[in-house]
């Protein structure tokens, strides 16, 4: 079966870190590029960050401001995001995202994502 | 930074009727790279239409886009009940690749 499972969210102290991993199957990861979409609750989709296949490219979310990072392994076949000096703001579910076929960036395959609470 | 802008917030419709959604860009958006998506509660979004008027695959011909430049539309000519949810617009053509704020097609 073609999907995504994100995994590592769950409770984060103001100011603490998390890393967030996703398991790609059914398809060919290392062929793909990989993104990061967030919702906060009750909002809209927010981008987050993206990679290219061969990790040439890598992109982010102007409002991130450099705490997160965006990484690929391609031996474990996983995506990852690590999230650093979190804010209650970065409370949101994370989707892990597919690129489009053809290398544009829009999104063909979603993850059922993972809940990031950001609290005190 | 290129802000997407979906007009209406809200749109009440009955089945059968013909639904219309803007998405409007603040700077032109390049070869037409914008792309529609569905998101029904408590699910993640589903890719409906890419290219501003390629449907993606599965997605049923009653729905289509148009546009270019800074003004998309989304047309879903027969509404189903299956349609409802919220619908969002983005654009890839530069990063950041950012997303409209949704509007909510709603049952009348």
């Known amino acids: 079966e073609v999907q995504l499972v994100e995994s590592g969210g769950g409770l984060v102290k103001p100011g603490g870190s998390l890393r967030l991993s996703c398991a790609p199957s059914g398809f060919t990861f290392s062929s793909s590029t990989m993104n990061w979409v967030r919702q906060a609750p009750g909002k809209g989709l927010e981008w987050v960050s993206g990679m290219t296949a061969s990790s040439t490219y890598i992109y982010y979310a102007d409002s991130l401001k450099g705490r997160f990072t965006i990484s690929r392994d391609y031996a474990e076949n996983s995506l990852y995001l690590q999230m650093s000096s979190l804010r209650a703001e970065d409370t949101a579910v994370y989707y892990c995202?597919?690129?489009?076929?053809?290398?544009?960036?829009?999104?063909?395959?979603w993850g059922r994502g993972t809940l990031v609470t950001v609290s005190s | 930074e290129i802000v997407l802008t979906q007009s209406p917030g809200t749109l009440s419709l009955s089945p059968g009727e013909r639904a219309t959604l803007s998405c409007r860009a603040s700077q032109s958006v390049s070869s037409s790279n914008l792309a529609w998506y569905q998101q029904k509660p408590g699910q993640a979004p589903r890719l409906l239409m890419y290219?501003?008027?390629s449907r993606a695959t599965g997605i049923p011909d009653r729905f289509s886009g148009s546009g270019s430049g800074t003004d998309f539309t989304l047309t879903i000519s027969r509404l189903e009940p299956e349609d409802f949810g919220v619908y969002y617009c983005?654009?890839?053509?530069?990063?950041?690749?950012?997303f409209g704020q949704g509007t909510k097609l709603e049952i009348k």
């Open positions: 290219g501003a008027s």
């Open positions: 995202v597919r690129g489009a076929w053809n290398g544009d960036w829009f999104f063909d395959l």
């Open positions: 983005q654009q890839y053509g530069r990063s950041p690749f950012t």
